[in-house]
């Protein structure tokens, strides 16, 4: 990025800011990498690559739209980072809750329990409707 391009100022509640973009999309992720170590140092490696691969779409997707906040408006490059998400947790959760050995499984303190795989597959599609409903709400009061 040149020093003439400036990021798009979104017209919400939504702004481009490096704290809140790295730190919600790390601090969304980085378990996943933590999830790939445990697999990894109980032999299942296959098993590992898919958290570690999660990781890595997260990270680039993010760093891709950083990357283009001079032509793209922050909050939809959030929604698109959130129904990223939407798609990669559950994805990584409910493979490592099927496929984890026993072993695993128990050292992680994974929960056998079907309701924190129904958190883990809500969070960002309610995280999506929230921030959707505080952007619309700073559009109205904006435009009064």
Avoid: H
């Amino acid at each position: 990025m040149t020093m003439s391009s400036r990021p798009l100022a979104g017209p919400g509640r939504f702004q481009w800011n490096a704290g809140a973009w790295f730190g919600s999309s790390l601090g969304s992720s980085a378990w996943m990498i933590v999830i790939s170590c445990f697999l990894v140092f109980y032999d299942q490696r296959k098993l590992a690559l898919v958290p570690a691969v999660g990781f890595a779409i997260v990270l680039f997707a993010s760093l891709l739209l950083w990357a283009r906040r001079d032509r793209i408006y922050p909050f939809p490059a959030m929604m698109g980072l959130l129904g990223l998400l939407a798609i990669a947790i559950p994805l990584v959760w409910i493979t490592v809750s099927l496929n984890g050995s026993p072993e695993a499984l128990a050292v992680m303190n994974w929960p056998s329990s079907i309701w924190p795989t129904v958190l883990v597959c809500t969070i960002a599609p309610a995280l999506m409707v929230w921030f959707l409903v505080l952007e619309r709400s700073a559009r109205r009061t904006a435009s009064r």
